[in-house]
């Protein structure tokens, strides 16, 4: 499986069979193809102009499967701030992933029975809306995966209410990171008794 990010909550995974999924797609997206897109919150139609391969969209809860890819909608809403919010499960490739999408709550043991068991978390970590590093290292620890891909931060020294790359990585106990382009990871080259964390560049 391929993992590329986009910005903000963007992320492409495209498993071995080259069946691409896009996540939270952004306007920025030019000339990519897809089978799969999910929103996190809701769909906004010119964030898939720039899309092709007619892909089925989901922006809502529930349990799919799409050329053997299966899919998982949680619904995750902080209803005190009326913000909705749909965290994705996926298996790709016989790996679990789980994005959290705009996740800004306290996760009730309800919530993280419904993520269960996940190899790879992709987690907001920069506050402002979303988990901050503090909140996002608490969740991290319930859910124990075996990769951490944090987003949802500071870039560029733009949005300045959110913390930095830099904030999470310090809270979690880890020096500088070098960041990737593209993380490619099969099954059984998951590490099995630590958790790692990858950053990725943004990628066009």
Not at 81 to 96: A, G
Not at 143 to 170: A, C, S
Request: overall charge negative; glycine content about 8%; proline content about 5%.
């Amino acid at each position: 499986m391929e993992i590329q990010f986009k910005g903000e909550s963007c992320f492409t995974l495209k498993n071995e069979k080259g069946t691409q999924i896009i996540i939270d797609p952004v306007p920025e997206l030019k000339d990519i193809a897809a089978k799969i897109v999910t929103f996190s919150q809701g769909e906004g139609n010119n964030k898939l102009d720039g899309i092709s391969g007619n892909p089925k969209v989901f922006n809502w809860p529930g349990e799919y499967e799409i050329d053997g890819i299966a899919i998982t909608g949680i619904p995750t809403h902080d209803n005190k701030k009326n913000i909705e919010n749909i965290t994705f499960k996926f298996v790709v490739d016989h790996i679990r992933i789980c994005h959290m999408g705009n996740f800004n709550i306290k996760a009730s043991d309800e919530i993280l029975d419904k993520i269960g068991n996940v190899e790879i978390l992709i987690i907001p970590v920069g506050g402002d809306h979303s988990l901050n590093a503090e909140q996002a290292k608490e969740i991290i620890e319930e859910i124990d995966p075996r990769i951490i891909i944090p987003m949802h931060y500071q870039m560029n020294g733009e949005e300045p209410k959110k913390g930095t790359l830099q904030d999470f990585l310090k809270k979690m106990g880890k020096t500088e990171i070098e960041a990737q382009d593209t993380y490619v990871i099969k099954k059984h080259h998951l590490p099995d008794d630590k958790s790692e964390i990858i950053v990725l560049n943004t990628t066009s």
